[in-house]
């Protein structure tokens, strides 16, 4: 079974930095772009960043934008999230999700790991 | 940017049909994905390109586009259809620019 494990949230203060990863398993990881996605308590789904299939090409949303660096390790099939500078508004439920179709300009989200918690406050 | 708008909230008795609706002028250009989200858990796919449906994925849970607004239609919905469900959808600009994600629709089945 395809599977998806998020670790590395917890509670960091404002201004501090926390390093998220994301273990693939199942399936060839090398082949798919993936991406991270957010969700405050209580809001909606929040798309932060994705990378490519060999880590060459990166993208962020505005609101992490120079903040997060997304980075993958396809010999360990792992992909990272790098927080630094955090805010209290970047409190949430981090996903990692294998992204479909990322080339062909209608990428999706097919596989959802269980999500870790990232809470920002001092 | 571009915007997805959804309903908040949707209401159905169980058997009935339930039809959530999305809308962005990006849907003109580019497909549309739908996800079923339960408390707790993680987004699950529900529906992809407009109206392909995944494996496993019951047969009730269906999609279809018109313009600028995308529709995820259940029917016979079922007590444990009861969920928030988000439509999602990418940058009409041809380049990777991430993607959106409507505001979600909270399905109660009465």
């Known amino acids: 079974e395809v599977q998806l494990l998020e670790s590395g949230g917890g509670l960091v203060q404002p201004g501090g930095s926390l390093r998220l990863s994301c273990a693939a398993s199942e399936f060839t990881f090398g082949y798919y772009a993936m991406s991270w996605v957010r969700q405050a308590p209580g809001k909606g789904l929040e798309w932060v960043s994705a990378i490519s299939n060999s880590g060459s090409s990166t993208y962020y949303a505005d609101s992490v934008k120079g903040r997060f660096t997304i980075s993958r390790d396809n010999s360990k099939n792992t992909l990272y999230l790098q927080m630094n500078s955090l805010r209290a508004e970047d409190t949430a439920v981090y996903y990692c999700a294998k992204v479909n179709d990322f080339w062909s300009g209608y990428p999706y989200m097919d596989v959802w790991g269980k999500g870790t918690t990232v809470t920002v406050s001092s | 940017s571009y915007e997805l708008t959804q309903p908040p909230s949707v209401s159905v008795s169980p058997g009935q049909t339930a039809r959530i609706t999305c809308s962005g002028d990006?849907?003109?250009?580019?497909?549309a994905y739908w996800y079923q989200q339960k408390p707790g858990q993680a987004p699950l796919l529900v529906i992809y390109?407009?109206?392909e449906r995944p494996s496993g994925i019951p047969e009730r849970f269906s999609g279809s586009s018109s313009g600028t607004t995308v529709t995820l239609t259940i029917s016979g919905v079922q007590a444990e259809d009861e969920a928030d469900y988000y439509c999602q959808s990418a940058d009409s600009s041809g380049t990777y620019g991430g993607v959106v994600f409507g505001g979600g629709t909270k399905l109660t089945v009465l």
């Open positions: 390109k407009d109206s």
């Open positions: 990006a849907l003109a250009k580019q497909y």
